[in-house]
């Protein structure tokens, strides 16, 4: 009987538990034996895992997080802890591992496959969106959604108090998150990787500034600056601190953090790890190796998991261009 071994790695996403169901029911649709291993490599590093069956991922689709537990694993890293984890894929005679994670856990597949025959199979899981080869990765859009619940909830009370914030959202070095965020919100400022050089920051902040006093002098209530993290050198506090010190500006700092890798995955997340569970299974049926299974343009799609790695994946320029040409605009308007 084909056996199929199993793995969420990384920083978890809303929708790991819907890609765990279905490759589990799809497992037992073929007639595979299914074993998911915990806490992500470490688990097959320490040997913990358990036979996955129906009742085991009943109820398990609307919740965040990963019933296989997740973590980042130093020691996959190192020239000793590929060799362990394929020993142990040997011991339990499994014939394919599949992996629900970012860029990092597939990094570790292929550690894994230079020591190990099996089939190796990856599937995009991040709510960063920063791998080539799926248009969406899985909990991208419930990341998404709840930073811009977050901070339609921040407006309120940033045009009550007629206040400048700062809002940080995740995104690792991408910016899919901020763009996304930052249109969906009406942000009048994103500043993230795709228009803003972290080696010299002083254009965009003297941009800002412009942007921000245009914008007391026409009396709008609030003004929310969707900043993508990692990016400004100091990160949203030294932010802060310039507009005060350079332009006597006071602004509110929040910072969503792990909010946006929480709570219950927004239907998007749940169809697209559920298509993409079954697609990973189906793969292992037609003996597909070293690829990562994505859906571009509606289509699933197999992508070898180098490419998916190693390719860039920017994000859609019309986002970009469109927040710059409301930015434009906006300034032609009121400089009038
Ligand atoms: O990759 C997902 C992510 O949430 C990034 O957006 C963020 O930079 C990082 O993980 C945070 O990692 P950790 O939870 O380990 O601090």
């Known amino acids: 009987m084909t056996k199929i071994a199993l793995l969420t790695s990384g920083g978890d996403a809303p929708g790991m538990n819907a890609a765990i169901r279905a490759i589990v029911h799809s497992c037992q649709h073929h007639q595979y034996e299914c074993i998911g291993f915990f806490h992500g490599y470490n688990g097959l590093l320490n040997d913990k895992w358990q036979t996955l069956i129906h009742q085991d991922v009943?109820?398990?689709?609307?919740f965040g997080g990963t019933l296989l537990k997740s973590a980042r694993c130093p020691a996959m890293c190192t020239p000793d802890g590929p060799k362990q984890a394929a020993n142990t894929l040997r011991k339990h005679q499994i014939d394919a591992l599949i992996v629900i994670g970012g860029d990092g856990s597939f990094h570790g597949l292929e550690a894994i496959k230079a020591h190990w025959q099996g089939q190796v199979i990856g599937l995009p899981g991040t709510i960063d969106n920063d791998l080539a080869g799926s248009d969406n990765t899985i909990g991208f859009a419930t990341a998404v959604t709840t930073a811009t619940h977050a901070i339609d909830k921040i407006r309120d009370t940033a045009n009550a108090f007629e206040r400048v914030f700062i809002v940080e959202v995740m995104g690792r070095h991408s910016g899919h998150i901020a763009f996304n965020v930052g249109l969906a919100t009406g942000a009048e400022a994103i500043l993230s990787f795709e228009n803003c050089d972290p080696t010299n920051?002083?254009?965009?902040?003297?941009?800002?500034?412009?942007?921000?006093?245009?914008?007391?002098?026409?009396?709008?209530?609030?003004?929310?600056?969707?900043?993508?993290?990692?990016?400004?050198?100091?990160?949203?506090?030294?932010?802060?601190?310039?507009?005060?010190?350079?332009?006597?500006?006071?602004?509110?700092?929040?910072?969503?953090?792990?909010?946006?890798r929480g709570g219950s995955p927004a239907p998007e997340d749940r169809l697209l790890a559920t298509e993409l569970g079954l697609a990973a299974v189906n793969a292992v049926a037609s003996h597909r190796d070293q690829v990562m299974i994505g859906k571009q343009g509606n289509q699933i799609q197999e992508v070898p998991l180098s490419y998916a790695i190693s390719a860039a994946k920017p994000v859609d320029g019309r986002w970009v261009e469109a927040h710059s040409d409301i930015l434009t605009e906006y300034l032609i308007k009121h400089r009038e």
Not at 58 to 62: D, F, G, T
Not at 211 to 235: D, R, T, Y
Request: proline share 5%; glycine share 6%.
């Open 201 to 260: 920051t002083a254009p965009q902040l003297a941009q800002l500034i412009a942007q921000i006093q245009i914008q007391k002098q026409h009396n709008h209530e609030s003004f929310v600056i969707v900043l993508a993290e990692n990016l400004w050198p100091g990160g949203p506090e030294a932010l802060k601190t310039q507009l005060a010190e350079q332009a006597g500006i006071d602004s509110a700092v929040c910072v969503l953090g792990h909010i946006q």
């Open 58 to 62: 009943s109820n398990v689709l609307q």
